[in-house]
């Protein structure tokens, strides 16, 4: 095959997860024939999770090989889809995610902090925002502390300007009210102050280029939900509730939250899943709402463990007992944002007013 019946073949080849010609997808960046015969493959991947990539491998070798032969020799090469949506104030950030729950108890901040893990395990480049300002989770749940520092940085416009420093931990980038406040102090304030604090944690914070940006929300539908609804264009929402009805209840309304402030639902994450509490509600519940379902965690005290003792960074260790269903969540959440990019128009821009 010359360079156009090779891309020609590899285009008409069918996204496993997708369904759709690879052409179709804009995903084959490169596909040339060297001076060997060689078949050179270049593929864009829309997510680091993308789960399968030898299926894409598998199905490409079988369409080359039913043209060429099988004697054919072919070599892939990978990059990652890049798609910022930085706005005026500058955020170098491909995905925003909103983690919530429509109650408080059900393993939301828990759920966020093994999300951004996960995603991380795949080679992305994640940033975690604790914006559960009444009950801040996410330093004790990484082993976290110390005051995030304020450096002075020139911007592009050559204007000086201070700008919060994300403590790094294991790798991800942390801001969290719980490293300004005293750990039995709480935090009594009006919305307009919630405002803005949100506000400088994202428009004054030094995030970097990140792949996922994971916010873990407070429970319920109140203030700091709809301030970052009116700040942010999320990528989505993923709603995580325990499988018993009580908890059933709470998150249809986080979904209905969501729906009025034009942020779409990534899916269900049933947490907690097994004997004590049930299994398969979420799911049900998922279906009668016509969302996506994402996955169950299983209910273990490995997982309790590790946030207790502020490791949540080994939960995906070998030793883990569960780490291949807490992949799968993971990977269906990034999937979910992927396929919504495919099907949808574009996000509005990310814009501090």
């Known amino acids: ?118 995603l991380k395990s795949f080679g992305a480049k994640v940033g975690l925002m604790d ?64 405002h803005k604090l949100l506000t400088q944690f994202l428009a004054q914070t030094e995030w970097g280029e990140l792949d996922y940006l994971i916010i873990d929300l407070p429970p319920g539908t109140g203030d700091v939900s709809l301030t970052l609804s009116q700040l942010l264009g999320l990528a989505g929402a993923v709603i995580v509730c325990t499988p018993q009805k009580v908890a059933l209840l709470d998150a249809v309304k986080a979904i209905s939250m969501f729906a009025q402030v034009k942020i779409p639902v990534l899916g269900i994450v049933e947490n907690m899943s097994g004997e004590i509490f049930g299994r398969g509600g979420a799911k049900d519940q998922a279906a009668k709402s016509g969302v996506p379902f994402l996955g169950e965690v299983p209910i273990t005290a490995h997982i309790r463990e590790l946030g207790d003792a502020g490791r949540m960074s080994d939960i995906f260790n070998d030793d883990c007992p569960v780490r291949d269903e807490l992949l799968s969540v993971c990977q269906n959440i990034a999937m979910a944002i992927a396929k919504q990019t495919i099907d949808a128009p574009a996000l509005p821009t990310l814009e501090v007013l």
């Open 131 to 194: 914006a559960d300002v009444y009950g801040p989770s996410i330093p004790h749940l990484c082993g976290a502390s110390g005051e995030p520092p304020v450096e002075e940085v020139t911007g592009a416009d050559g204007q000086k300007m201070q700008r919060i420093q994300p403590i790094d931990k294991d790798g991800l980038k942390l801001l969290s009210i719980g490293f300004l406040v005293k750990e039995d102090q709480a935090v009594v304030w009006r919305g307009p102050m919630l």
């Open 1 to 118: 095959m010359n360079d156009s019946e090779l891309r020609s073949c590899v285009e008409a080849v069918a996204d496993p997860e997708f369904g759709r010609p690879l052409g179709e997808l804009g995903m084959v960046k490169q596909a040339t024939v060297a001076a060997d015969g060689t078949a050179e493959i270049g593929i864009e991947l829309p997510t680091p999770a993308y789960p399968g990539q030898e299926r894409i491998t598998d199905a490409i070798n079988a369409a080359i090989s039913a043209q060429s032969g099988p004697a054919a020799k072919v070599t892939f090469s990978w990059v990652v889809k890049g798609n910022e949506t930085g706005g005026k104030i500058g955020l170098r950030i491909k995905n925003v995610i909103a983690v919530g729950s429509g109650k408080g108890g059900v393993g939301k901040s828990t759920t966020a902090t093994m999300l951004a893990y996960g």
